[in-house]
């Protein structure tokens, strides 16, 4: 049995659809790991300046 045109299409429209939403996952994957590096960035600055700080007002 021979397919239509039409079936062809949503077929295509359907994977460039799942393809869009698997690139959309990606970069929000991506921006997530980011964020995430960023805050252990800042976060262990800030825990060395409290160190710091703390050896300052012990000595």
Known sequence: MQRGSGDRLVEVIGERSAHQEDHRSANAQQEARVKAYD????AGAGATDADAAGHRLRS
Do not use: A, K, L, W
């Open 39 to 42: 805050e252990r960035t800042i």
